[in-house]
């Protein structure tokens, strides 16, 4: 079994820039491919960005317009996102998933996280 635990939310003003974190535990032997997701209120959760278990291969949402980086930390288990150029849009809260193999479909993923809120406003 592993756990995923998401860091780093909070509010940031449109235009500004934020970083969160996931970091894995239990049955981290195994490197996994890890992805963010993310849901707004009202809507249905969405991909984001996902990394492959050897770090050099990463996919995004087509919407994000290259303001979103997704990478692999030291520990191999612990990715991070970091988003520039905030849009009130992106607002929602952001989870961690992690499985064998990246994929964009959210149904791939076995792991979840509990989400992290992430609140653009001024």
């Known amino acids: 079994q592993v756990g995923l635990v998401e860091t780093g939310g909070g509010l940031v003003q449109p235009g500004g820039s934020l970083r969160v974190f996931c970091a894995a535990s239990?049955?981290?032997?195994?490197?996994?491919?890890m992805a963010w997701f993310r849901q707004a209120p009202g809507k249905e959760r969405e991909f984001v960005a996902c990394?492959?278990?050897?770090?050099?291969?990463?996919r995004y949402a087509d919407s994000l317009n290259g303001r979103f980086t997704i990478s692999r930390a030291n520990a191999k288990n612990m990715v991070s996102l970091q988003m520039n150029s905030l849009k009130p849009e992106d607002t929602a809260v952001y989870y961690c998933?992690?499985?064998?193999?990246?994929?964009?479909?959210?149904?791939?993923?076995?792991?979840w996280g509990q989400g992290t809120q992430v609140t653009v406003s001024s």
């Open positions: 998933a992690a499985d064998r193999f990246a994929s964009t479909m959210e149904s791939e993923y076995d792991y």
């Open positions: 239990g049955r981290t032997s195994t490197i996994y491919a």
């Open positions: 990394i492959n278990p050897l770090g050099d291969r990463t």
